[in-house]
Each structure stands twice: as structure tokens, then as C-alpha cells.
């Protein structure tokens, strides 16, 4: 399984006038032209003049530096598509919970007991929203993926990449961040944090700084010098990882909540479902998204990685590879992907399946973010095949029955 940059440059040193707006998106596109500056009518003004040459000089950030190159479309603009197969308007997950980016990316302008009021309403409203759909798909008239082509794509997949079994202990990686690669959940939690819209690089970097600054482990001390440093401190220990403010602010919260709730900084009592096989594992996917700043993926990847449960997490590899199957609705925002497919995946797949996803969708040429079908991918082959010979078998089914 999988499965939030750097902040863009700053403009040029030339003052531009107010009416003058340009798209950052498309000024970072490889080998394309500069769209045509569109500018608005504006009372006439005198000319802005030069600001004398800081002697700065602009950084150019490498694009696989500051965002994984699958992480294709941001889930803020999923979760706004419409699609007649979508939930029902009045209770559809992307409407009555904010998806894991949008919370993180809103600060708070709210202090004291309205802050605190303001954040219990949205915990509120995201556990209501979770609820309906646990254990169950928004799409429950969509008839995909079927056990046997989870089974077909597991079989096709690990005969290109190997299999892929659930290790028998979890140990935390010193050189790399991991995404919920830790037997402790609450550093599972902070890595996947910091592995959010970013690259494994990326991550990586901002671990490892952090572990220079605080030194490294799961201690009490260290949780402790993170929180009362501040996220302030913390941001810029990890700034070299992407959207340092956003998630220093997420991981400096969550360590005041923990410490809040059990008087300390774990959260090793819900290891205690990896151990049952009856393990209440919504118990626990909601006490995970209480927290502000995580959402159903982040969560996901704690149970499946770290606790050891059988959960489908939907990372920015998966959710396109499933799109690109026909395993979900087109419009379906991540959120949503995950609760379809996690109630219809086979338990025993899960692990295996989501892995080899995120394996094939960051190496199939394919298959990655921007790849062209070129006839070659086993994988788009066999289901093509598999969609052919449904849809002859259900021509001459017809033309039996009319003959």
C-alpha cells in the first residue's frame, strides 16, 4: 500500500501591476510557452518602478522534489466532480466531511473556546460522515471490482513485481520516513503525516531532520520537545519535506490531543486489535480521524501497515489504477474510493493488493501519472481481454436468444 510540496517561487523582482494575473500551473509545464497574460481594465497609474536587485537568486525546485510524479490531481478537485453515480446529495462523503487536504490547508483563525468548539463540531460532523458508509460502499449499485478480478489483478501483479505478504513484525526504517512503518502508532502516524503529498525523497529528508533536531526513536521526551517547541520549531525542521507549516501544525496538534486524552504521548492501546481476530477495526478508523488533519487514507495506512488490519487504503496510485480498471465510479473522490473498495475487496487481498498498486503505478511506464497506453502493460492486457470476451459473450448470448 502507499495509498500531501514545496511552496512555488516567488514572482520576479519586477513589480507587476494588480491586474496582471498568470497561471503558476502552467508556467511550471515542461517545454510549454507561457499562456497569454490576460489583463483587466484598471484606472491608469504610473508606471511601477524596478525594485533595485536583491542579489537573491531563484531557486529552481526539481519537480520530483516537490511532488510525487503520480500525484496527479489534487483530491480537492476530485471531490468537487459530479457524476450520476455518485452518493446521494444530502449524505455523499466529499460534502459532509472535509477531505484530509482541505483540512490540513485551512489554519485556524479561531482561538480559545471557539476554536475548541469549532474543531468538536467538525470532529463531529467527519465521524457522523464516516459512519454512514463503514463497512459499506456509497456506490452499493456498482457491481466493482468482483473478488475474481481482485484475484486476477493480484495474480497478474505479483507475477511482474513478486508477491506480497504482510511481514510477520513491523520495524520502523531508520533511513526512510515509511508510511505507517512503525510498531508504534503514534510514530506510524507522524511518518505517514509527513509522507503526504510529497515524495518518498522528499519525506525521507523531512524525517530525518526532524530526528536531527529532536533525535530520533519513540520516547516520551521526544514527543514532549516536539510539542512544547512548537510548530513553529518544527516547521522548519521539516521544510526540506514539502507543506512544512501545514504539517507542523497537524503533528504539534495531535501530540497536544494525545497527551490531552491519556495523559501521555501513545497510542499503543489500539495494537491491541493486530492481536484480535475479532479486532473492532471501525473502533479504531474513528478514533484515528478524530483527530484533526487525518483523514480515512492517513488512518488506513496506520491500521494496514502498523496494526495489522485488513484495510484498503487509496493513496494517489491506487484511486488512478482502480479509475483506469473500472473498479470505482469516474467521479469518485478518494474518500469515497476507499469505502467503495474496501467493502468490496477481499479481506485476505488487501495488503497484497494495495502494494503491488502502489509498486506498479509508480514503475509501469504505462500506468504512472501521464503514461500512454502502448500495448505493453500486462496488467491493462488481461483486463482489456477480460472486457472483450464479457462483452462477445454477452453478443452472442443475445443473438442465441434471437436466432
Not at 230 to 251: F, H, P, Q
Not at 350 to 355: D, E, S, T
Amino acid at each position: 500500500m502507499a495509498k500531501i510540496g514545496s511552496s512555488a517561487p516567488k514572482d520576479s523582482d519586477v513589480e507587476r501591476p494588480m491586474g496582471l494575473r498568470r497561471s503558476a500551473r502552467n508556467l511550471s509545464q515542461k517545454g510549454a510557452d507561457p499562456p497569454p497574460i490576460k489583463q483587466e481594465e484598471q484606472p491608469a497609474k504610473t508606471p511601477a518602478r524596478p525594485k533595485p536587485n536583491s542579489g537573491k537568486k531563484r531557486v529552481r525546485v526539481k519537480e520530483e522534489d516537490v511532488k510525487e510524479e503520480d500525484d496527479d490531481e489534487p483530491l480537492t478537485k476530485i471531490a468537487k466532480k459530479s457524476s450520476s453515480l455518485s452518493p446521494p446529495s444530502t449524505s455523499p462523503i466529499s460534502k459532509t466531511i472535509k477531505s484530509e487536504d482541505e483540512v490540513k490547508s485551512s489554519p485556524s483563525t479561531n482561538k480559545g473556546g471557539d476554536s475548541k468548539s469549532k474543531e468538536a463540531d467538525l470532529r463531529a460532523k467527519k465521524l457522523k460522515s464516516y459512519a454512514q458508509f463503514a463497512n459499506k460502499s456509497p456506490y452499493p449499485d456498482f457491481p466493482r471490482p468482483t473478488p475474481e478480478e481482485c484475484q486476477r489483478a493480484y495474480d497478474v501483479l505479483s507475477s511482474l513485481h513478486g508477491e506480497r505478504r504482510r511481514p510477520a513484525k513491523v520495524a520502523a526504517p531508520t533511513d526512510h520516513a515509511g508510511c505507517g512503518d512503525s510498531p508504534s502508532v503514534l510514530d506510524a502516524l507522524v511518518r505517514t503525516i509527513l509522507s503526504q503529498n510529497t515524495s518518498n525523497r522528499n519525506s525521507t529528508r523531512a524525517k530525518l531532520d526532524m530526528d536531527a533536531a529532536y533525535g530520533p526513536g519513540d520516547t516520551e521526551d521526544r514527543w514532549e520537545a516536539i510539542a512544547k517547541g512548537g510548530a513553529a520549531k518544527l516547521e522548519k525542521a521539516i521544510a526540506r519535506g514539502g507543506l512544512g507549516g501545514v504539517k507542523s501544525r497537524v503533528i504539534v496538534g495531535i501530540l497536544e490531543q494525545v497527551r490531552e486524552r491519556y495523559g501521555g504521548y501513545s497510542l499503543d492501546h489500539l495494537l491491541r486489535l493486530g492481536l484480535e481476530a475479532d479486532g473492532d477495526d471501525e473502533a479504531a478508523m474513528r478514533e484515528l480521524i478524530s483527530f484533526k488533519g487525518v483523514g480515512p487514507k492517513t488512518a488506513s495506512c496506520v491500521l494496514l501497515f502498523c496494526v495489522g488490519r485488513d484495510s484498503f487504503a487509496v493513496d494517489t496510485h491506487v484511486h488512478r489504477l482502480t479509475g483506469m480498471l473500472g473498479w470505482r465510479p469516474p467521479a469518485a473522490s478518494r474518500d469515497e474510493t476507499f469505502a467503495h473498495l474496501d467493502a468490496r475487496i477481499p479481506d485476505r487481498l488487501k495488503y497484497g493488493l494495495h502494494v503491488l498498486f502502489v509498486t506498479h503505478g509508480r514503475e509501469c511506464a504505462e500506468c504512472k501519472a501521464g503514461g500512454k497506453a502502448q500495448g505493453r502493460c500486462e496488467l491493462r492486457r488481461v483486463f482489456r481481454r477480460g472486457k472483450d470476451a464479457k462483452v462477445q459473450g454477452e453478443v452472442s448470448a443475445i443473438m442465441a436468444y434471437v436466432h
